[in-house]
């Protein structure tokens, strides 16, 4: 059974930097594609970032230049480097990994960005 746990949200001033990790347990092909979403209350949930197994990146317009996705196969694990953070960054980040015919999400982790 496949398992994603975020961790590394928490409380940080404006302009202050936060690193997100997602680790997966279970077997998940290292091909897949993986990605953080985030939900702020009200709003409905959105692609902050993507990677591919190749590395390729996309990020929503308002994180680039700001965030910076990565992932490590060999410790089946993504993270998410988010610099200049901002209040409008305020969320709950999910990471998630494309597969078929379900895609696995992880519990989500509190980003809180003080003004």
């Known amino acids: 059974q496949v398992q994603l746990v975020e961790s590394g949200g928490g409380l940080v001033q404006a302009g202050g930097s936060l690193r997100l990790s997602c680790a997966a347990s279970?077997?998940?092909?290292?091909?897949?594609?993986r990605g953080w979403y985030r939900q702020a209350p009200g709003r409905q949930r959105e692609l902050v970032a993507r990677?591919?197994?190749?590395?390729?990146?996309t990020y929503v317009d308002s994180v680039k230049g700001r965030f910076t996705i990565s992932r490590d196969n060999a410790k089946n694990t993504m993270y998410l480097q988010m610099n200049s953070l901002k209040p409008e960054d305020t969320a709950v980040y999910y990471c998630?990994?494309?597969?078929?015919?379900?895609?696995?999400w992880g519990q989500g982790t509190q980003v809180t960005v003080s003004s």
């Open positions: 279970g077997y998940i092909f290292s091909s897949r594609t």
């Open positions: 990677i591919t197994s190749g590395g390729t990146t």
């Open positions: 998630k990994v494309e597969s078929w015919p379900v895609d696995y």
